[in-house]
């Protein structure tokens, strides 16, 4: 549990909070590339730790990010015109650059020079991986850019999509970073059905409860889920929690190509969370355009409304859960591993209490991703630089496997050849 | 009029204010048992004083009544899988019983025992009448079951039904122990017409203005309200106030059998409320499943949405409201009694400002009904015994007539037989 | 721009704040006299400076407008019978006039003469231009009826409409007296076209950015924003500011035919705004069914529902916008002249922190309101009488021309023949 102060002190993220000043030491995904598909397409509404911003891909192929509200009058730039490399609010016609320069005004005779005395907020951004970056913070502190595994890997081989949650990032983080729920909440009761889930024959799921080793590191920690399965073997799954918010854990694609994969849980506001998924193939065959529609998973096309990306199972229609499903096939009835995601954590209320939780030994890598979580804070407020800043964790991977009782676990976290880190 | 402290004090019902307490000495309808229909049958939603539960009918046929959100991290139970004298949480699989106990947990090594430290919220529940009833109280303080005469009443001759009616319960109340709006509501204006009311000959509505006469009992009141209608003969027609918030009167179905009836309004919480309905044949004749309609009242399946239990006529569509029907034929242009009773209530906006009324003589039950539960709340505040707890009121019934000017309306109001109880 | 009180003092309109004292010093627009088209019609609701009114014509043809919430138990009177010169609550069947008298209460024994105890608020209200006007302020401060030039024009050559805007009144108010956007956000990007707006060969879009002239008169203030063509010539168009919501702007029908036009824009409630829209033929032509529909502003019954007065083009649609369209025939690519302020205003948020904005030289009209309602509080709460009660306004007209460099724009804003006033 938390007290309600600590609660607090993580869930909020608006400018000027705790949490909020050191979320914005780190670059944040604040859209996917393809909702800007060329240079002076339609600006794009964009929400992100509390602040309305408005995006838009200039001439020169350049991404501004601007407050969404003219410095003017405050009308909404979302009606904008995007015009020769800058933004053009309609009501008055001021023109601001992607660095928020207004450099243009047509309501006030040029010759007054009155646009020079005025600016608005913009926030500087780069795009790697298929998703358009924002650094928020302080200039003088501008981390290096995001550099991950994933964002590394060619685009044939890579799947990246997003997916709002009803919640405070940190109840979407938790969930990611708990393996104990998942051969539960995502089991499938038969290995008679085409439903996504874990078969009751995997062993994910015929392994006992599982013990939980975890090293903290500079980027955050990595840690395992061991699940005895008999005398001599063991299942081990490992995972990455990398600051503040990105999971890296091993995966497969229906048709068993392994993939490593991972969330990243971007706080929109207190209440709702932008949810990226991605997931790249390990081998040389690329994803398949049916790879790309997560059926599995829930978070693709067929699943969320590409516009408002809004999930087509939400609570509004109790994520169209099917009860005889649910006695029969599937341990929730709801269809998609990540809905049924979604639909649990959702189901906590927006911010949940944890002053009122119970938690048990398997909720360990919870526990400890909240104290550097705490950590964190503490460390921005003193001045200092947070985990994670630095792109150390460039080279996780992640993996899933059953071996005997007394193998290294720590070697499956890491790309083949690595040298294990130094834990802290 | 009530001071703006006396409103407060009455409407607010969430544990821990004094009307909460209070309300949680008396047994409260919690669900239709109907909405359970069998062993291991989907769990249910109850919002009760505020409070979220999860109904659920374990393999014994018992109903549990747990706390909504699992005791673990807080996911809703309403997910959960109702399995072999338990509802499992589908987060983490922990599994609890009716009475609250932990009786397995999925995600922690067995050897642990940690289930057995955890426990959730469980209120007692019974069966009768067709309906759950949940005590929510001290458990010290538990009350005898609920023992009404209509609770007594075989399923064939007795419909209870339920609708939401989206203001605070005590506004309910108020209008159902208020004679003197009936036949002006609910009025007809023609005697040609087949819309629900009462017609223009009916001596109810033939009536001059009533006078009111109560006597407070040890349950809450009887009153009667008395209408002159010539020299010789006035229209009576009795009810009885059993607190906290139980109605009966007398009533008669479309085809002219004679019934008694009556209402509950549960709070669901301070600006919604759970109106149950019931009313059954006083001969030996069953219902029918046209009476089971309630078409008259606007409470049954054709009216009110059996799965949401909203009111197809409601606040959004004003009540289907006609105001050719308005001039013409009916009081209020609005099909359905109690529909109309709710058009007029929800009206007053959620929780009505008593302290703006100006009651008049005719507004005597209603104001006796405000000065027994403030009574109620002063006693439960003192550690003693409300009136209403004893079932003493298990033999009321209620009747109208038309009867010589001297006749004593005492005697309507109970059953053949009686004898006529002392009044405080 | 304003501080954050002087903002909150401007804005808010409840009674017993200050600018809501100051607005209730002024006849108000509650409703149009055509949404109460007969006597004994059904009554219709008022939401106006966040009171919740009911306005009913009688039998003698005055209208009446109430409180919405009875007297006796607070039930709305929306539900009420509008009988033979009264509105009766459908509850217990009380009746009031349109001064508010209770003339009859069926619920209580008429000896009683209970009625004479009660009575409910009612406003004076009068009819001229269409419009049904209130006076909500102290009885001894009434103000002389309103007499505008276009409440004088017969039927035959005016038109007015009415449209909800969701935003404060003051919102709406700053950009009808703001000459200055006009040519921009309502701009079309070529002559071939059809849609509303100025095309680009219109000498108010061929202007260079404008300077502003303004006189404060003793109803408001005229101004006119001037915009140089040439060495020779200059573009002229002037407008009138009555106090405490009125424009008066020239305008042109899509035929050609010379108009005056104008808004008023009055509070709903804070965050809301009932937007009127008149304009009359100045030429002995009446406006045609085709002017009535108010296509090039969408206003009129196409755009807005002539039952909720809520515009098709809102905040949930986008307003249609449609981006090719605004890439290649108009500024905001929203059709309807009037709808591009509405989105452009909403887009503020329903009350804009004024706190935030940069103001520059082309807002000088929109400074100079600020400070007139300002001095207007200033003058209400020391008991005097505000600018814009006596109708020294009743003749304003306004008017748009290309005119010579040195030619006086001050005679354009009165009508032919008169003097020009003595200039505060």
Same mark, same amino acid.
């Given at each position: 549990? =938390? ?5 607090? @002190? ?17 670059? #944040?995904?604040?859209?996917?590339? /393809? ?9 794009? %509404?964009?929400? &992100?730790?509390?602040? $309305? ?18 410095? *003017?009058? %405050? ?16 009501? *008055? ?11 243009? #005004? ?40 995001? $550099? ?8 044939? *081989? ?14 979407? @983080? ?46 955050? !920690? ?57 997931? !790249? ?5 690329? &994803? ?21 990306? %809004?999930?087509?199972?939400? %609570?509004?229609?109790?994520? @169209? ?26 189901? #906590? ?8 939780? *119970? ?27 947070? /985990? ?7 080279? =996780? ?28």
């Amino acid at each position: 549990m =938390l007290s309600r102060e600590d609660n607090a @002190l993580l869930t909020r993220v608006e400018r000027g909070t705790p949490m909020g000043d050191t979320m914005r030491r780190y670059w #944040m995904p604040a859209l996917l590339s /393809r909702e800007l598909p060329e240079p002076d397409c339609p600006p794009v %509404r964009v929400r &992100l730790l509390g602040e $309305d911003l408005i995006a838009f891909r200039d001439t020169q192929n350049r991404v501004g990010l601007l407050d969404e509200y003219c410095p *003017h009058r %405050r009308a909404s730039l979302y009606f904008g015109r995007n015009e020769e490399c800058g933004l053009r609010c309609v009501y *008055h016609g001021w023109k601001f650059d992607l660095d928020g320069r207004c450099v243009d #005004m047509m309501n006030e005779p040029s010759e007054l020079q009155f646009k020079d005395k005025v600016a608005t907020v913009a926030y500087p951004t780069l795009e790697v991986g298929g998703v358009v970056w924002a650094y928020m913070g302080p200039p003088e502190r501008k981390a290096a850019p995001p $550099d991950f595994a994933w964002t590394r890997v060619p685009a044939t *081989h890579i799947t990246v999509s997003k997916v709002i949650q009803e919640t405070n990032w940190l109840q979407g @983080l938790e969930g990611g970073i708990d393996t104990s729920h998942a051969p539960i909440l995502h089991r499938l009761l038969t290995t008679n059905t085409s439903r996504p889930g874990f078969k009751p024959d995997n062993p994910f799921v015929r392994g006992k409860a599982p013990t939980l080793a975890l090293d903290v590191t500079d980027y955050g !920690y990595r840690y395992a889920g061991i699940r005895p399965l008999n005398e001599t073997s063991i299942h081990v799954r490992t995972y990455h929690f990398i600051m503040p918010f990105h999971q890296i854990r091993p995966s497969r694609s229906e048709s068993g190509v392994p993939l490593v994969a991972g969330h990243m849980w971007v706080p929109i506001d207190d209440e709702h969370t932008m949810v990226y998924n991605w997931e !790249y193939s390990t081998t040389d065959a690329p &994803l398949t355009d049916e790879d790309r529609l997560e059926r599995r998973l829930g978070n693709g096309p067929l699943d969320v409304d590409q516009t408002t990306f %809004r999930a087509k199972r939400n %609570r509004g229609n109790n994520y @169209l859960l099917d009860r005889q499903v649910q006695k029969t096939e599937s341990f929730t009835g709801i269809d998609g591993i990540n809905a049924q995601d979604r639909a649990i954590q959702e189901s #906590m209320g927006p911010v949940v209490d944890r002053s009122r939780e *119970h938690l048990g030994p398997a909720d360990r890598a919870v526990i400890q991703a909240r104290r550097l979580l705490l950590e964190a804070v503490r460390t921005v407020t003193d001045g200092g630089v947070p /985990r994670g800043i630095e792109p150390t964790y460039a080279k =996780l991977v992640a993996a899933e496997a059953v071996v005997p009782r007394d193998a290294d676990w720590r070697e499956m976290s890491l790309p083949a050849g690595s040298q294990i880190e130094q834990t802290v």
